[in-house]
């Protein structure tokens, strides 16, 4: 098989064929006496497996699993596999755990219109008034000041961040997470915004789920063959 008849079935060019061989996706193609390569159901095979990783782990992830096989590593593209499998894990525990955040807040008490002391906001999420200044501290609240007293006020804003951020804190979640999330949330404009996101992130999680799993199973017909090539 040529390169140009390899690079046609998948709508690239000779040459970026000849680019994935030269990268270590494809296992070297023979030669012809006049040094044309010619490559074999093993290659095309590779090529597939190849294309279809990409999709779930990403250009230079998928190109490392590939020469990790070709070089006789399995194990090595095994554990990029499953490392990418774990991180999709994890990423997934956080988007629930981001919508259960979300919708805590319409199971919460009505926003008060007037701000609230640091021993208010204390007795309403249930916590120590120690508590909210940590999270203060750590960037997740942002209280105003009286002018008279310099006490803390809370606004509406900072009662729904503190309220994400006791959730998010009883999932088990450090307190720099719980400030990326809230800061995400005020770029977003605010709870409606950010619920539309977490909703096209699960669409994304369930992409690259079934991306993942196309190229598992090329991968596996490629392990095959080369099983069988001996």
Do not use: K
Not at 10 to 21: M, P, W
Not at 126 to 136: F, G, I, K, Q
């Amino acid at each position: 098989m040529r390169p140009v008849d390899l690079a046609r079935e998948h709508g690239l060019s000779a040459q970026a064929v000849r680019n994935y061989e030269d990268a270590g996706a494809l296992p070297p193609a023979e030669r012809s006496e006049t040094g044309y390569r010619r490559y074999t159901a093993v290659q095309a095979q590779a090529l597939r497996a190849f294309l279809a990783l990409r999709g779930g782990h990403g250009h230079q992830q998928a190109l490392e699993i590939m020469r990790a096989t070709n070089r006789g590593d399995v194990e090595s593209a095994y554990r990029l596999i499953d490392a990418a499998h774990v991180a999709l894990m994890d990423e997934r525990a956080t988007r629930t755990e981001v919508a259960t955040a979300l919708g805590s807040l319409s199971e919460s008490p009505p926003v008060p219109a007037r701000p609230l002391t640091v021993g208010e906001l204390a007795r309403r999420l249930d916590v120590h008034p120690a508590t909210l200044r940590t999270w203060e501290a750590a960037g997740i609240l942002h209280p105003e000041r009286d002018r008279s007293t310099g006490y803390r006020l809370y606004s509406s804003d900072c009662v729904r961040d503190a309220e994400i951020a006791r959730q998010l804190r009883r999932g088990g979640y450090r307190l720099h997470q719980v400030a990326q999330f809230l800061e995400a949330l005020r770029e977003a404009g605010g709870p409606a915004a950010l619920s539309t996101f977490v909703a096209s992130w699960q669409d994304r999680l369930t992409r690259r789920s079934r991306n993942l799993l196309a190229g598992a199973a090329q991968l596996d017909a490629y392990l095959t063959l080369l099983d069988q090539a001996g």
